[in-house]
């Protein structure tokens, strides 16, 4: 599971500590083993504050934590700080080849570009996810948000992304097609036909 402020904000959620803990709860209710979550502000001194509530709460409750931060140069004291506790990162919002140079050499876990953004803007999409899944082996993964279309999931899982994340509707959506619908009914038609067959 993971989220952001814009999410939790959609959700009617203040973005405090207090929320977070709730979120930690609830994924460990539901029987999830990890929750990425989004720090609020850039400052270290805060960040390490959070973390001495967030990661004892995650721990408690068997829930992997992993702490999302914008990739951004302004950022990184914050996940300077947040690396000397030990603790996982996602960078969030990677929009080019740069960037992830900088994540690489960061260490961190995880990078997150935003497809459908960058697809709206007019990148070379795909250039990009393909350099993000190059340096896995010995780099961060590819987690691919925003992603607007199975066509899209298709090709992320072609070019060999790590992981997606996906709203709920987009997955209850995508379980079935109408296409499948189709070939379904024509199967269940055929086969009333040929028990009427079998009948004479």
Not at 81 to 104: D, P, R
Not at 141 to 168: C, D, F, N, Y
Request: charge should be negative; proline fraction near 7%; glycine fraction near 6%.
């Amino acid at each position: 599971m993971t989220t952001n402020p814009t999410l939790v904000f959609q959700a009617g959620l203040p973005v405090t500590l207090q929320s977070y803990l709730g979120l930690i709860s609830a994924v460990a209710d539901q029987g999830l083993p990890e929750l990425m979550l989004q720090l609020p502000d850039s400052d270290p001194q805060q960040a390490r504050e959070w973390l001495k509530v967030l990661q004892p709460a995650a721990a408690a409750r068997k829930v992997q934590l992993t702490i999302k931060l914008p990739c951004a140069p302004n950022w990184e004291a914050c996940i300077d700080a947040v690396q000397a506790e030990q603790q996982g990162i996602l960078l969030t919002g990677l929009s080019n080849a740069v960037q992830l140079l900088w994540a690489q050499h960061k260490g961190v876990q995880y990078v997150a570009p935003y497809v459908g953004r960058l697809v709206n803007d007019g990148r070379n999409v795909w250039a990009l996810m393909e350099a993000c899944v190059a340096v896995q082996p010995h780099g961060p993964q590819l987690l691919a948000a925003s992603i607007k279309t199975p066509e899209v999931l298709a090709q992320l899982m072609a070019v060999g992304a790590a992981a997606v994340t996906l709203p709920p509707a987009s997955l209850a959506a995508w379980c079935t097609d109408a296409l499948t619908q189709t070939a379904v009914q024509q199967f269940e038609s055929d086969i009333q036909s040929s028990l009427k067959l079998g009948a004479k």
